[in-house]
């Protein structure tokens, strides 16, 4: 399945990654192997290099283990599930942050990390379809985030937010899901944290495109694509604009959406998911003005379907 169809949790997700720590004069002590490679990971995880960072994690892992550090194992165990999830693969995803949740739970002062990792547990639950299970997660990541003092977890406070806000998206409650969104971006860390600005953003388009303000969510999803396009995150914006393509259809602009579809169709294939990039070449199809830019699309359609190995549906190869 795709998350992105479930109210924005893709880029949730996206969202909800661990931050690596870094050091410097007169700073925290220079990142460790693993700190690095997780780092670099997460880098290649929001370019859209999913061979590369699954390369990375498992060796952070590896050098975490090799030398007992427990914070940077129940990291890339959540990095490890943060690409699951980009893969669309919902038990890779959930069993991961499982293994992280029983890694940190290993330390006596893990509760930003514990906090984290139950909110990245709610969010994939939730993309899952596993309301219960998400609920369970996000009001424990809550707890977590009631018990500590100092600015330095108002990061991941935010993200249990953020996710408690995805939840009552789904619950049906849109006004408590658009005032939590509105909470999150005006955090102090949000400010600091493109990701999550832009996934605040994205939760609001997705809000008002629930309760049919289509105007609105289309001006909210181009504030999470502007971000995104900033910190050079890839998958981010090629959900940003699947998400644009829906709204500008449902306000009526053709034009605008086949070009949202077709943009975040080729970002899709390049970042090597072929089913997006189908669904999305075949939206933009459907959305063409002109017989030309129909035969365009369709051209990149067929070499998209051919590497699928999808049957054509007229019966061609």
């Known amino acids: 399945m795709r998350f992105a169809t479930k109210a924005g949790c893709f880029a949730l997700g996206l969202a909800l990654l661990g931050a ?12 460790t192997t693993a700190e690095r490679l997780n780092a670099e990971g997460l880098f290649r995880l929001e370019r859209g290099e999913l061979d590369v960072a699954d390369d990375l994690f498992r060796r952070a892992l590896g050098e975490a283990e090799l030398v007992d550090d427990l914070q940077s194992q129940g990291e890339a165990w959540n990095n490890r ?10 038990e890779g995803a959930l069993g991961a942050h499982g293994a992280a949740l029983r890694v940190h739970r290993l330390r006596p002062d893990a509760g930003a990390s514990l906090l984290r990792t139950h909110a990245n547990l709610g969010s994939v639950a939730l993309a899952c ?20 003092t100092g600015k330095e977890h108002e990061a991941d406070v935010l993200r ?6 995805a939840l009552r998206l789904e619950e049906g409650d849109v006004a408590g899901a658009l005032a939590d969104a509105a909470d999150v971006a005006r955090g102090g860390d949000a400010r600091k944290d493109d990701a999550l600005r832009a996934g605040a953003a994205a939760l609001t ?13 289309r001006r909210a999803f181009e504030e999470a694509l502007r971000i995104d396009r900033e910190r050079q995150a890839p998958l981010a914006v090629a959900t940003d604009l699947r998400a644009l393509a829906r709204v500008a259809a449902r306000l009526g602009d053709g034009t605008a959406a086949a070009s949202y579809a077709l943009r975040g169709a080729r970002i899709a294939r390049r970042t090597g998911d072929l089913a997006a990039a189908a669904a999305g070449l075949r ?29 054509r549906p007229d019966g061609g190869a």
């Open 160 to 165: 249990a937010r953020l996710a408690r806000a």
């Open 129 to 148: 379809g596993q309301p219960d299970v998400a609920k369970r997660n996000i009001d424990e990541a809550l707890r977590l985030a009631a018990t500590l």
């Open 81 to 90: 599930g943060a690409l699951a999830f980009a893969q669309g693969q919902c």
């Open 205 to 217: 388009g997705a809000a008002e495109e629930r309760r049919g303000r289509f105007v609105e969510a």
């Open 20 to 31: 690596a720590a870094c050091g410097g004069p007169g700073g925290p002590p220079p990142p």
């Open 283 to 311: 939206h933009a199809r459907a959305l063409a003005s002109s017989p030309e830019e129909v035969a365009a699309v369709e051209a990149e359609l067929r070499a998209v379907e051919a590497a699928l190995g999808a049957p």
